[in-house]
């Protein structure tokens, strides 16, 4: 993945779109461009490096057979020290 970022300094830009996307397709990656000052495809940015990953497959939503879901609950008759110091 190639990442042109701070799109939100656009008159300090040193490479264009344009070139991006050539390097990009010269290494064979995927390119976007972002702004985390502005939040400009940050979330989309995360969102493709996830689907990148292997077993990240957005037709697939159950979860893998070796993974299982743990709900945690307080228990009713544990105490907790007022000032947050261990009691051990």
């Not at 995927?30 to 490096?49: C, D, H, P, W």
């Amino acid at each position: 993945m190639l990442v042109g970022n701070k799109t939100d300094l656009s008159d300090k830009r040193q490479v264009s779109t344009e070139e991006g996307e050539r390097k990009a397709k010269e290494l064979n990656v995927m390119f976007i461009e972002t702004s985390a000052k502005a939040g400009y495809n940050v979330k989309q940015l995360f969102r493709r490096v996830a689907a990148a990953l292997p077993g990240m497959d957005s037709t697939e939503n159950k979860p893998p057979e070796d993974m299982h879901e743990v709900v945690l609950k307080d228990s009713p008759n544990e105490t907790k020290d007022p000032e947050g110091g261990c009691a051990c």
